[in-house]
């Protein structure tokens, strides 16, 4: 699952964007390390190396180190020469789902050359990939638990090293164990749910008679992983393959660039084939329309799926069950459709009509499937030493060794450095190193570690710290000699992060390119800098694999997206001393102009002659049962949208709270709407659209949240099933206190059940621990007091906790999947919910 101060997700559409970026040849120039790796590859390894090489991304073109991938390349071959099953894996398989050393936007590594011995191990016992598949599982969730991280994906390196990442970054890791011993893996996805917000990614494994599910690092039977109803109430599933197909057992969504996309729907639930044509207004049909698939997600539609139109005007997509916003756009016009949930397999047909040029003023539905009846299988026992090698990691991860408190500062500072040593996970040594090194500048390291990601602080060493400080205190000489205010020093100018690029230490070989324009005043000198940012060339195409390039890596390729441009102009900033970010559009690079005291923005020079920008203020007042409220969270309870080829594209402007209002600064005058969305117990949403117009002045909106009205709602919506009562079992919680009926039916009362492993549970706890004010009844499905209690104090809850295993907890409800959530009054259901539901604390919070 994936979630950040911006909403993140692998979602890859087909652009008209698309185009070719470097050649292999003039690859080799710019990076010699191509060359040597050709040349020393010998035999079949000099197969595999042409066939990576001819749709290796940009990035990886630029970073390859020639002996590191031969290393790589020798444990592979080791471990193939090993395992029973080398020779029964068919060799299209082989090419595109063992070879291959990536997974998705994590940094290039060598995994195999490090870890293939230790993996080894694991599976040598082994005579067949589904046992070895389950060892390696084994492995890898005794190596890390679940636990949201930032924005961009770290390594399986990295994930080894923390103990800790988020679901896609699970799949990175256990993919990789996999292919190092010969086993056919990829990754899975949905881009976003329909019955709640977010997303997930899980992993595929190929076992010699077919493809199985599982999530990474997940002990469950393979097809049984936690999420195996909630697959079959996903839009579309995803799957990811190296090189281009031009064939396969599924639909194959896109296939250009180096990469295909799979459409795996049809291997987890029935489908809906849906035709669409798009006319334009005299009724003629339209070509290279943008037709965009969408579901609500994170208070906004979001695009799930998109195709263009053919010549005829037609396009077609297969697509999973629940009732989807479907929208086509061309030249500022668009339309739009609800696509219905049908019954089994079903084809259908949407007519689009391109003429409308406003966002409507509307309030609907859409609905999802309830439930999904479907047998689980346990016959699958995960070993009782992994799930203690788990505990004594994480425990080993977040221990305080002797060490720690000869080094803690003294007053407030003491818990920011206990708060940054534990965020550094298995790279803490070093910075206790380089701490104690520096004892008379501990506030300002201190100063330097917050503003820094977790996934940056665990990859630097203690020598490289020297290193990044000794330039720190260089920038900061600069930045003061500019009379800058202090505020701006450690995010805009220390900082060594921009945005999502792969992590480096950019600023020597930034300053050894701009420095020759230090003799310049200040404002040549950011004209020189932005001359020779417009002079790189940009790349049109973006692999699937790999990140976004950092300034160094654009610099060696002489090319990079739009994003990774600015970038480079962000850092040749900051090694001047000047504040510099990404603008919150992610159109410009913003500097601080130290005359006016102003954020100045600079953006990429075009084919067409850039316009003036004008901007507007909006102040929107929001209203829940006519109230005023303003503790509301972007993305949580509402976005800002405008329509971009026919899809509702989100905002991320700064905004602040002035008395009852919202006020949004610095928004490009043009037509807009914020959209809103309250789902009900089942997960549905209904979607509300307030549109307005920005003009340069202040523009008011009045907008309503909260539960759709009387006659919009019908009996259901809150309770997925009849209530009656919670079980007799006396059962006790962990003061040893028995439960009594008086303690759930008097009064409101939200009684919970969660397991203590799966992403579903933990997520869903962490949103019900921000409900206030309400009693909460806790049941933890574990035998173990001390690790019900510690799950709750994990993921924030609090109130009575009581423990069982599965058959002792279904006698008091008998749930049918975890978690499973109860919101009683008077001991009457007014909502039970079932699954992942990272809408339960805004759903209850509104009934209350």
Known sequence: MKKSSAILVVLVFVSGLFGKALTLTQAKYRNPQLKKFLYRAKGEKKKWAKFLLEDMPTIDLMTLDADSMLADFDALQNALDSVPWANSVPKEFFYRYVLPYRVSQEPLEYFRKNHWKELWERVKDCEDMKSAVYRLNEWAYEEMKYEPTSRWDQTAEQTLVRGIGRCEEMAILFIKACRAMGIPARDAYTPYWPFTNSNHAWVEVWTGDRWHFVGGAEMTTLDNGWFYKAVRRAAIIKGIAWGELDSADVPIYYADNGFTILNLTPDYSDT????????????????????????????????????????????????????????????????????????????????????????????????????????????????????????????????????????????????????????????????????????????????LWESMSDKDILLIDSSDWEVLWEQTMNMRKKFDELKYPDSLFWDYVANPRILWEDYTNWYPQIWKKVKKFAKYPFGKRIAKIEKVVDKIDTLVDKSYFGGMMNPVQVLRARTGGKIERLGVFVAMMRSFGIPARISWDYKAAEYFDPKSSEWKRFELAGKKKQKERKTGVVRAIFRDNGEPKTELDYYDNFSIVKIEDGAFSDLTPPNEVVDSFIVFRDIAVGDYAFLTGWRNGYGAPFIRIKPFTVGEGTTDVEVTLGIPPANMVVPGDLVIRRFKELGDEKIKDTRGRLLKKSDWKSGRVIVAFFDTEHESSLSTAKKLADVEDIPMIIFVETTSKSKAKSFCRQVGLKGRIFYGDKTKLKKILKFRQLPSILYLSDGDALLWTEGLNLNIDKCIEELH
């Open 272 to 447: 809906t084939g849906v035709s669409i044509s798009v006319f334009d207004s005299k009724g003629e049909p339209v070509e290279s329309v943008d037709v965009w698939i969408s579901v609500f997600n994170f208070s906004s539609l979001r695009p799930v799926a998109h195709h263009y139109t053919d010549d005829h005007g037609k396009t077609h997509f297969v697509l999973g069950k629940a009732e989807l916003f479907v929208s086509a756009g061309k030249d500022s016009l668009w339309d739009y459709a609800i696509l219905p949930i049908f019954p089994g397999n079903k084809t259908t047909k949407i007519t689009l009509q391109l003429r409308r040029t406003d966002i409507p003023d509307t309030m609907f539905w859409l609905k999802v499937v309830k439930d999904v009846s479907v047998e689980k299988d346990t016959s699958y026992k995960p070993p009782e030493i992994s799930y203690c090698r788990h505990d004594l990691k994480q425990e080993k991860l977040t221990a305080c060794s002797k060490d720690l408190f000869q080094h803690l500062p003294d007053s407030t500072d003491e818990t920011k450095f206990i708060d940054c040593i534990n965020r550094a996970g298995g790279n803490r040594e070093n910075l206790f190193a380089f701490w104690s090194a520096h004892p008379d500048e501990h506030p300002d390291i201190l100063k």
